[in-house]
Structure formats: structure tokens, C-alpha cells
């Protein structure tokens, strides 16, 4: 009876193994296409044995998701559906599909950018690899060379954040217009706002290194201060912000100032 349960297990196993390398292979791609209406697309490796496929939106990125739209021909190998958004284009998106062998699986839930993202279609070997690196910059200068973890949370914080658009010249080049060309704000790759509304601090080399950090709020008036970041990556409690709005931050390599900036705490914190 043992060898049996262990024998499912490992089915169960691999099985599952097999499903999420799968699912990663269909392409999905959200774009914000007016102040109402967004755009989902998808392109289909498996051919005709994709037998069922529902596009699927939520409030949440992993919750309370329901469908919104059935294509008639989900075998398709690339096909789209436009989505009225009734002025809120902040909605998540996947697409849950069947396969002809009954297997289902879910897409990664998105939301709508603007632009276009060729990062997104990395393999999984490549975006695992820390010597790869994306390249952000404007007309002018390099804003960024990141990591491909690192990339991901700074189009996240422009995407929630600012209305500046992100272009994928190539997937290891990325393009940054500003939505006002005078006036423009770069979120810091090192003191962001993540999605789930949190402040995070992401300094790769901070246990070798002595960082502290100043914290303000809009009128400039100190909220506080950590004087020594010790840890990689480190989540900041909500209580210390009081309100939302943006803060100013400076952060500081033993005495010399490594980066002056700002981040927004949103209203739902």
C-alpha cells in the first residue's frame, strides 16, 4: 500500500511539474487601448489541441476571477478580445484553457501596460540568469541595467505609478517615454511601491555594504530614518506611513549619498 501511495505521489508530481512548465508557454499580453477600453491578446503553441479557452479578469491578481469573454475558435494560433473597461483599465487578466487530453491550466494574471513588452516571452533559463541584463533608458541616458527580477519591479512601479510607457526595442533593451516630457519621475530600482501596495527595499549587496536611509513626507519634514540596512530585501511596515501620497526618500552609502528620490503610497493601503 505504501509503494502505491508513493508511486501516485510521484505522478502527482511530476505531473505538476509538467503542467507549470506548460502553462508557461502560452503568450498573454494586456494593453491599454483608451481610458476604457483594454485590449487582451494570446498566442496559442498548442494548436488544435487547445480545446476550451475563457478569458478571465479580477479585481485581484489570484482571486474572484470570472469570465468575460469565450473565443469560438480557441484553437486559433493568435487571436485578441477588446474589453470595456468602464474607466477602471487596472483590472487583472489570464486565460484559463483546456487541453484535448483534459489537462487545464491558467495563465500569469496581468494587468494592461502601454507599449510593448518582449521581456515577458524570456525563457524561463533566461530570466532566472542574474548575469542577463535589461537595459532601460530614455533618448538621452541609461537609467537602469537591471536584472531580469529586478526589471520586473521597476516596470511594475511605472506601470502603477507614473503614465510613462515602457518599449521593447529588443528583450534586453528597453525604451522609457515620458508621459509629460518636462516634467518626469524615474521610480528607484532600489525604494519602490510594489502591487500589493507595500514599500519595499531591494539593495542586493546590503549585508556587505553600510546603508541607512531618510524617509519624508511631501512637505519635506522627516517620517524616519533606518540607520542600518542589513538585509537584501526588506518590506516596510504600513503603519509608518500615516497617509498616503508621495514620500521622498535619501539613501546613503556610509556617508555618501547613493540616491535621492520618491515613492507613492496609494490610497488602499
Known sequence: MKRIRLLLLLFFLS????????????FLHVSKLSDTKVKVE????????????????SWDSVRNFR???VPLSPELPQNGYVEESYGFPGMFYRIFYVLSDGTFFFSQAKRATTGSD??????????ADT????TVHDEDSVIAELTYA???RFKDSIVNYTKDTLYSLTDADVL??????????????????????????????????????????EGHK???????????????????????????????????LRERNKFYVPKDF
Request: aromatic fraction near 16%.
Open 15 to 26: 505531473s505538476v511539474t509538467a503542467n507549470t512548465a506548460l502553462c508557461q508557454k502560452l
Open 131 to 134: 548575469n542577463f541584463v535589461v
Open 222 to 256: 522627516p517620517v524616519f530614518n533606518i540607520q542600518h540596512i542589513g538585509e537584501a530585501q526588506l518590506l516596510l511596515d504600513k503603519t509608518n506611513f500615516v497617509h498616503s501620497g508621495w514620500f521622498y526618500f535619501e539613501l546613503f552609502e556610509s556617508d555618501k
Open 67 to 69: 469570465t468575460v469573454f
Open 176 to 217: 522609457i517615454h515620458y508621459y509629460n516630457i518636462n516634467i518626469h519621475w524615474v521610480p528607484s530600482t532600489h525604494i519602490f511601491t510594489n502591487t500589493d501596495g507595500y514599500v519595499e527595499i531591494f539593495l542586493a549587496d546590503a549585508p556587505d555594504k553600510n546603508y541607512r536611509l531618510r524617509i519624508f513626507d
Open 118 to 127: 518582449l521581456t515577458d516571452e524570456l525563457s524561463e533559463a533566461h530570466k
Open 150 to 152: 529586478g526589471y520586473k
Open 42 to 57: 494570446w498566442r496559442n503553441p498548442y494548436g488544435d489541441s487547445i480545446v476550451q479557452l475563457n478569458v478571465q479578469k
